[in-house]
């Protein structure tokens, strides 16, 4: 018996928008959207209604710029409240202050709304299966910035390093390349970074450097 699918709430004021990510999303066999909202106000009601039920909402998917209280307020709110709850921040814009203010709300994902929809379904399967997910036309735009350790960081220099050109989008082929050092050594750096970081992976490293002021 295959499992049950993802229950998503989609919290969208434009219903335009929303029609259409509900039929993206409800084409997977995977997913499905159980719940919808106009607004934060909104979300928190229907969350409040059916996370005492026999079917909860595991993911939410929010558009950052919602009417009266904004996405990552209501983010903020959704996270203090149902922590079981997995939220992913939807938006227009990929202005570096928006997306540190929403990965500090407690979301687990960021997305633009004019990528390919299957990165939409990347980030919400990540975000429900516990990782993290930064949409790769902001990752180096937000991640870029990474010059030096913070003082209080558990990362080396070196570490530190390769965890900025990793933002910058390289491989380790080309990390070698750029430090001056072999591909292996790469790797360990990596290695030592997802175990420092306690990340799966790294995106989710660079999301948890930043949530921990580390970047």
């Not at 928008?17 to 106000?41: C, F, P, Q, Y």
């Not at 005492?52 to 996270?79: F, K, N, R, W, Y």
Request: charged content about 20%.
């Amino acid at each position: 018996m295959s499992a049950d699918p993802t229950r998503i709430l989609l919290v969208e004021d434009h219903a335009f928008t929303r029609d259409g990510l509900r039929a993206a999303i409800n084409l997977e066999h995977d997913l499905r959207v159980v719940a919808e909202a106009r607004s934060g106000e909104e979300g928190l009601e229907v969350l409040a209604r059916t996370q005492g039920s026999a079917q909860p909402v595991d993911v939410a998917v929010l558009d950052i710029g919602l009417p009266g209280m904004d996405g990552i307020q209501t983010a903020a709110e959704m996270a203090a409240r149902w922590p079981s709850v997995r939220l992913v921040m939807l938006t227009a814009h990929d202005l570096r202050g928006e997306v540190l203010a929403a990965l500090a709300s407690g979301a687990q994902a960021y997305c633009l709304k004019s990528a390919d929809p299957d990165l939409l379904l990347l980030a919400i399967r990540a975000a429900a299966a516990g990782s993290a997910y930064l949409d790769p036309q902001v990752a180096h735009h937000v991640l870029g910035g990474i010059r030096a350790p913070n003082a209080a960081s558990p990362l080396t220099t070196r570490e530190t390093e390769v965890l900025r050109l990793i933002a910058d989008g390289l491989g380790n082929k080309d990390i070698a390349q750029a430090l001056g050092i072999s591909v292996s050594t790469v790797k360990l750096h990596v290695q030592e970074v997802l175990l420092k970081l306690r990340a799966a992976d790294r995106t989710q490293a660079a999301v948890q450097a930043l949530r921990q002021g580390l970047l």
